[in-house]
């Protein structure tokens, strides 16, 4: 089979495509035949090297996949052979084929190509658990979603349309036009126009319940100064230490962005009626019967019609340094997939 590697901390060099054994299922593992395979902003920062959780390199990145079971082990129940479905890895899905547990397996809908079932996990995980688990968004409230074009984005922008709420969204102009179409009330420029002052006068001072912020650094403060009286801060990545040459440069820019960031005493909280929070679903694979039920969850959205993942892009595994490229430039809207 063929395997996307990541050779080492560096630019778009560092990527190569190698040919390896096919993987062998233990008694209690699936063989999926890989269709579609997400990507995501960890696995760029893995590339640089800004990624504490990659495992060593050379390595196979890669969290979500989709496909068809080829192969089960003695202890798998036989009618998983040749299903549709959907899968979370920790590591190695990108590539031809993979082994995963029972547990990290769904059934794909029919509704549902490979490449936006690929697009689930990671992206609505994510957004699920900032908006419905931990930020408890409610109908009445409103929503400020940051980088409302991105994978995340579009996921938060479903769960929060499903569930009611007012929703707020930065994005560069270009990409407003379609946040329009798939509902966004308020799209905020934020590369023309400083985005909590637009904020600030779209809701006459008084600011948000709900803020998802994966910018990280100064933003923080200035998403944690936007909240409203039972304003909930949610925190899930550091975008804006994101620097396209890797290595030492990236690191540098790291540190300078985590010097930047806010520190929370627990005494304004309480004065303020405020929370802040933070997510990261790579650090939640303890919490598999969580897990299952949040997919499940969203897994009915899309029986029910109002999920709907958008791929913006696919690009084969030997155009992945071009699937970099086109994230770390912003272009995406929504999510992009590698495929085979």
Aim: hydrophobic content about 40%; charged content about 25%; proline content about 5%.
């Amino acid at each position: 089979m063929r395997q996307i590697l990541n050779t080492g901390d560096g630019g778009y060099e560092v990527l190569k495509v190698e040919e390896v054994a096919d993987p062998t299922p233990q008694n209690n593992e699936l063989l999926i035949d890989v269709r579609a395979a997400g990507i995501n902003f960890a696995d760029i920062l893995a590339r640089k090297g800004t990624y504490q959780d990659a495992p060593p390199k050379p390595c196979v990145m890669g969290y979500e996949v989709s496909g068809v079971v080829e192969a089960i082990g003695s202890d798998i129940d036989p009618d998983w052979r040749g299903r549709e479905v959907i899968a979370t890895t920790r590591f190695k899905g990108q590539a031809e084929k993979v082994v995963v547990a029972p547990s990290q397996v769904f059934e794909k809908p029919d509704s549902l190509s490979f490449e936006q079932a690929a697009a689930l996990p990671v992206n609505y995980i994510t957004a699920w658990v900032l908006i419905e688990v931990m930020g408890s968004l409610q109908p009445y409230e409103s929503i400020l979603i940051h980088n409302a074009g991105g994978g995340v984005g579009l996921a938060a922008l479903e769960v929060a349309r499903h569930i009611g709420a007012t929703t707020y969204g930065t994005a560069s102009p270009g990409k407003h036009e379609f946040l329009l179409e798939k509902g966004l009330d308020h799209p905020i420029d934020y590369r023309n126009n400083d985005w909590y002052e637009e904020v600030m006068e779209m809701t006459e001072g008084r600011g948000l319940e709900l803020i998802i912020d994966p910018l990280g650094g100064k933003e923080w403060k200035r998403s944690y100064k936007a909240l409203r009286s039972t304003g909930r801060l949610g925190m899930f990545g550091v975008s804006s230490a994101s620097d396209s040459s890797g290595g030492f440069t990236a690191k540098l820019k790291l540190l300078a962005t985590v010097f930047k960031m806010p520190f929370f005493h627990p005494v304004p909280l309480i004065d303020k009626n405020r929370g802040v929070f933070g997510v990261n679903v790579g650090h939640l694979w303890h919490e598999q019967e969580k897990a299952r039920h949040w997919v499940q969850q969203l897994l009915q959205g899309v029986e029910d019609g109002w999920l709907s993942p958008h791929v913006d892009e696919t690009f084969t595994f030997d155009e992945v340094a071009d699937a970099h490229r086109y994230i770390e430039e912003r272009r995406n809207i929504g999510k992009v997939v590698l495929v085979p």
